[in-house]
């Protein structure tokens, strides 16, 4: 059974920094397209970034370009996801999901997820 754990959230201030990791229980996490959404209270969980099963593509939303950078170790079954620049308006709830990797996956919506992680919350406030 796949087990997705976040860590490395927290409180930081505007404009500064934080790296989130996601480590992934079994030995299958190449075969993983991996992805990072986030929800705010009383918003939708939205995505932030994916990484194809090599690390070789990347895809972000339009709202994290330039700012945050999603990595992967497959040798340590561990993404990442390097947030700077960091905003009042990216406080929220970051999520770990993880898609079997198929044909046409890029970007992942939800519901597209095979497997989720229970988040870790990120605030951004001075």
């Known amino acids: 059974q796949v087990q997705l754990l976040e860590s490395g959230g927290g409180l930081v201030q505007p404009g500064g920094s934080l790296r989130l990791s996601c480590a992934h229980s079994?030995?299958?996490?190449?075969?993983?397209?991996m992805a990072w959404f986030r929800q705010a209270p009383g918003k939708e969980r939205e995505f932030v970034s994916a990484v194809n099963w090599s690390g070789g593509s990347r895809y972000y939303a339009d709202s994290v370009k330039g700012r945050f950078t999603i990595s992967r170790d497959n040798a340590k079954n561990v993404v990442y996801l390097q947030m700077n620049s960091l905003k009042p308006e990216d406080t929220a709830v970051y999520y770990c999901?993880?898609?079997?990797?198929?044909?046409?996956?890029?970007?992942?919506?939800?519901?597209?997820?095979?497997?989720w992680g229970r988040g870790t919350q990120v605030t951004v406030s001075s």
């Open positions: 079994t030995r299958t996490f190449g075969s993983f397209h």
């Open positions: 999901a993880a898609a079997w990797t198929r044909e046409g996956l890029t970007t992942m919506e939800p519901n597209e997820a095979d497997y």
